[in-house]
């Protein structure tokens, strides 16, 4: 089978890694030639990715990332490690108030991948181009090439009395037509893909969205050569109410710093610029350990990202697929706030479902094309809903009980004591439990709803100053 694969960023680069290894001939397109990388730091280094304007930014590469590489490339694992890409073991960085921890089976999943983004991708890259099963080119996708059915008159589209129209292929910017059996796009949160089958006179699928209200900058470091990275034990993150932060652990010594604010916050605009950035990490209780003198030293800028948004994308409607032979991956299909760090982990994930789907399926009949969209609605659309709810939640300050306070004053809390909750937590962020899993454990929600009830004795666990503090720190 001939797949061309849009985009070969980590969604990408996942879709041709599934797709090549299992038996098929893929084309991979990017539009941004940055030369090979020598290393991991000239990767770093590496500038000029239009098409990914958030490489530079912090990522993660949660425990299910681990486990799928485990399980369907562990050379791709091997060369990470060799890279310099470590482990983070949830489970030996246990809270202070924890008591009565006893390992359990299930404690070796709970393990995510501390790496930069670039140095992820120049691993992948490495290997992905290497079997020979797939080819990389630098060019810029233009449109598709579609083949609509003879019964097809005006507008196609997903009605009972339209013809679906079957993508063959992909147009380029430099003028070649790559004729394919499937095309994947891969091409993220900004993918053209709806405009292009608008313009083509398809029936576009249905796009729904919410804005996630924030902006964000990062910045990354690394520790001095005889400096380690703090304990643990404290947080290394949290939601102030008015913003929210975040260390990222990263590969050979470095990590990062992401500070998100709301949109309509001028006042802590500021954030997006590097002395007040750097003001409000000594500030964090949670960052000023990781920045303190002789511990790091700053290796970047100040990145910025902003038009942030939770997408999704449906490309089956009314029961019927708008077009056949087209697969979005990914971000173009669903996309979340990247600072909940699901988005790469997501992507992979979602690549593997497609490569299964296509070793099944005719990749241009209408059983693949729904085929993929229940697996879609299955395996990321939840998270997408969570996303929504997280952002709608995240600024509640009502003490009254709901999903945003339980979590605040309940959940956390509780976490940080009991055994069986914090297990039940690390699962859901690290993706391997369904986001509403821990609020059906019966014994979660009872030390949920206990720890919610003692929130007035209990002292706060400060993960950042008030407001008005912190704009005067950063002054």
């Known amino acids: 089978m001939r797949v061309v694969v849009l985009g070969a960023g980590i969604a990408g680069l996942g879709s041709a890694l599934a797709l090549g290894r299992a038996g098929h001939q893929v084309t991979l397109v990017e539009r941004d030639d940055i030369g090979r990388a020598v290393d991991v730091e000239d990767a770093f280094a590496a500038r000029g990715r239009r098409g990914a ?58 393990v995510a991948l501390a790496s930069r983004r ?14 020979g099963g797939v080819e990389l080119v630098h060019d810029v996708a233009a449109g598709l090439e579609l083949d609509r059915p003879a019964s097809g008159r005006g507008r196609t ?10 993508v ?43 804005d996630t209200g924030i902006v964000y900058s990062t910045r990354f470091y690394r520790l001095a050569d005889d400096a380690e990275r703090p304990p643990a034990d404290g947080p290394i993150g949290g939601d102030l109410g008015y913003m929210k932060y975040a260390i990222f652990p ?45 511990r790091s030293e700053r290796i970047t800028g100040v990145e910025v990202m902003a038009r942030l948004v939770n997408r999704k994308v449906d490309f089956v409607v009314g029961g019927r697929p708008v077009v056949t032979g087209l697969f979005a991956v990914g971000d173009s299909q669903v996309c979340t706030n990247p600072l909940y ?62 999903p945003g306070s339980l979590v605040r004053d309940g959940l956390l809390p509780a976490a940080r004591r009991d055994p069986h909750v914090l297990r039940a937590f690390l699962r859901v962020v690290n993706l391997l439990d369904v986001p509403t899993a821990p609020m059906s454990d019966p014994h979660v929600l009872g030390k949920v709803l206990e720890a919610f009830q003692e929130r007035e004795n209990r002292p706060p666990l400060v993960l950042g100053p008030p407001r008005g503090e912190l704009l005067a720190a950063i002054a």
């Open 53 to 110: 304007p958030q490489t530079r930014h912090s990522h993660a590469f949660l425990a299910r990332t681990r486990a799928l590489l485990e399980r369907e490339a562990p050379d791709v694992l091997s060369a990470l490690y060799a890279a310099g890409v470590s482990e983070l073991r949830f489970t030996d960085s246990l809270p202070p108030e924890m008591e009565g921890f006893v390992p359990e089976p299930g404690d070796e999943d709970l």
């Open 118 to 131: 670039t140095t992820f991708e120049w691993v992948l890259r490495d290997l992905v181009t290497a079997g």
């Open 157 to 166: 589209g997903p009605g009972p009395d339209q013809a679906v129209p079957r």
């Open 168 to 210: 063959t292929g992909v147009r380029l910017a430099s003028g070649p037509r790559l004729q394919a059996d499937a095309v994947v796009d891969a091409t993220g949160r900004r993918s053209p893909l709806v405009a292009w089958l608008r313009d083509a006179g398809v029936t576009p699928p249905e796009v729904v969205s919410a």
């Open 250 to 294: 990263a590969d050979n010594r470095t990590f990062s710093i992401t500070f998100a604010v709301p949109t309509s916050d001028a006042a802590l605009r500021v954030l997006l610029r590097d002395d007040p950035f750097d003001r409000a990490a000594d500030a964090m209780p949670g960052t000023a350990a990781w920045v303190e003198p002789g």
């Open 341 to 402: 760090g699901r988005g790469c982990s997501l992507a992979l994930v979602h690549a593997y479902l497609l490569a299964g789907v296509l070793t099944q399926h005719d990749p241009g009949g209408p059983e693949a094309a729904s085929a993929f969209h229940q697996l879609t609605d299955a395996e990321l659309v939840p998270w997408y809903q969570a996303a929504v709810a997280q952002d709608a939640e995240s600024s509640a300050a009502s003490d009254e009980l709901g």
